[in-house]
């Protein structure tokens, strides 16, 4: 996990924490034991989402052709080591810089420090796991007819059918419970002799709505992310206090079944228990109705005022967890954003890979080139023609279509007015149409587009194509800006087939006209379209996109031409490699 990730996870994680703690603070007698102790599960939640993969974070779609790749390696003995072209005057490669957390220097300390401390838990939990399996072998199974007979009657009470198995050690002093598939209830060695047969049924019941409840594989749950998140002292304080909270939770559930005078008796006997109490600190795994006196103080005064729940309280309880739950997805966006790699699958037999790293020194790319006479692919970096990376201001070929389509704008009328604000850029400081806009890659204009068409339609619109990861988490103004929405290189020339020939099913005048407005020049009867883009990040750019095609007298070609490094990469310079790449092959 990159530095990044620990930061973001670290941010995601400290807030969750706090923002439960002042909901349990705040409304304190809004929420019943049971609902209190369910916020710390949307905790759970929260602390899973920096570690799942992206697409399960968004509705994406996998990209796979059909047949059996060939490779075919050809050097092209291209010997320039910095392509500079002239690209006159439709080459207004601009950008907007995006700001995040620069961890890069410390990444590598950040990285080691942390799997160094994840192997430190994980030599604890298993420590704590062997020291259970040998409690469980040394646990022999209960004999006395009267505690059996008890024991059913309280599986059935609770309508537990499964076989839970109770034993009894001589190595422990407080009852206890664990195990996940093979549920195991380990009571003290002739527990019978100090414990009335209510006492031993109070017991029974609270360890058997553990089991209920699934608070064994909750257990284990949290010592995974306890494991991942050590080195956040939030979360430490959050999980001892979701223990208590479960205890609390099942304590009140135990208290429902019992009367009055059983209530007060059910309380004496987790006093009593607690007398006899030594806390294990490797037990971490195991749900125990004893825990440390300061712990038990509060369990006391809670069934002291025990109460039953009324409907209003659960009306309350369940819209605090609604509000909370809203919060967490609001985290999503975060996380999605995070530069993650992302795949996609990609096996066509009209496939030739080439060696073009001539071009491409000093930077991480990759070209795509697809001849729709021939139907065939030439590919250069197999890898990184899969890879996913933000489009950036290639996306506005689709942005100005989506508009189009949507009659935010029309092909009489798509001009907008400068909003005044100040840009880096003299060109974009005043007004524009969609034809300057998109010569001057003019961010605002398209962004004014995005909000114009709507967030809930360009998901549509993107569905309707596959477009990428479709994920526009990031935010109407930046999801495609270093941000949410990702797209490979193959994927790229792919949209640009089916937006040539028009298999979106889009009105034909829509598609000429943005593809008029991407049209840079003509040359010896071929003419050359395309889109630059330019990843900004902190003011260094780290991502290059040249993509478009070429209309000759007898054939089109669609490429898509990526590049990245730590500060240089830029659609200019993507754009001159794939000039000298064109050239070279006889294209344009």
Known sequence: MSALHLAVSLFISSLMVIVILLIRKIFKYQLSSKWKYNLWFLLLIALLIPYLPTQLLSFDSKLTGNGIQHSNQAQLGFTNEN??????????????????????VLEPVFTIVWIAGMLVMIILAMHAWIKLWQLKKSASAITNTEILSLFEQCKQRLNISYPVVLTESQRINSPLMFG??????????????????????????????????????????????????????????????????????????????????????YGNTIIKLADKFRHPRHFAMV?????????????????????????????????????????????VPIVSAMPYDERINFDNEQTVYEDL?????????????????????????KYKSTLRVSPNSTYKIYSALFALESEVITRNDNFMKWNGHSYPYQSWNQNHNLHTAMENSVTWYFQKMDK???????????????????????????????????????????????FYTNQFGFTKKNINFVKNAIKLETKNSSTLYGKTGTGTVNWKNVNGWFIGFVETDNN?????TNIESDNHASGSIAADITKYILHNKGIY
């Not at 699934?214 to 991942?228: F, G, R, S």
């Not at 369990?299 to 729940?309: D, G, L, N």
């Not at 309707?464 to 999801?479: A, D, F, K, M, T």
């Open 556 to 560: 089109t070609y669609f490429f898509a």
């Open 180 to 265: 996940i598939f093979k549920p195991c209830i380990i009571l003290p060695s002739h527990a019978e002799v100090w414990l009335s047969t209510d006492e031993i049924k109070y017991i029974l019941l609270h360890e058997l709505h553990h089991y209920k409840n699934k608070d064994v594989a909750i257990n284990y749950l949290i010592v995974l992310l306890q494991i991942l998140y050590w080195f956040n002292p939030f979360i430490w304080i959050a999980f001892r206090e979701m223990r208590l909270d479960r205890e609390i939770a099942c304590d009140s559930a135990v208290l429902h079944t019992l009367n009055q005078h059983q209530r007060a008796a």
């Open 287 to 331: 749900n125990q109705i004893a825990s440390s006196k300061k712990e038990i103080k509060k369990r006391i005064e809670r069934i002291a005022h025990f109460e039953t729940e009324t409907k209003l309280v659960k009306v309350k309880s369940i819209l605090i967890f609604i509000l909370l739950a809203g919060f967490v997805v609001s985290q």
């Open 83 to 104: 392509p500079q072209l002239n690209n006159g005057s439709w080459m207004n490669d601009f950008s907007t810089s995006v700001h995040r957390l620069d961890f890069t």
């Open 357 to 381: 790293s001539a071009y491409f020194k000093g930077y991480k790319g990759s070209f795509v080139l697809y001849d729709l006479r021939e139907k065939q692919y030439n590919i250069y970096n």
């Open 452 to 498: 114009m068409v709507q967030k809930k339609n360009i998901e549509a619109y993107m569905r309707r194509i596959q477009y990428g990861n479709q994920n526009l988490s990031g935010g109407i103004e930046e999801y495609w800006l270093e941000s949410s929405l990702k797209i490979s290189p193959i994927e790229q020339v792919q949209k640009l087939k089916k």
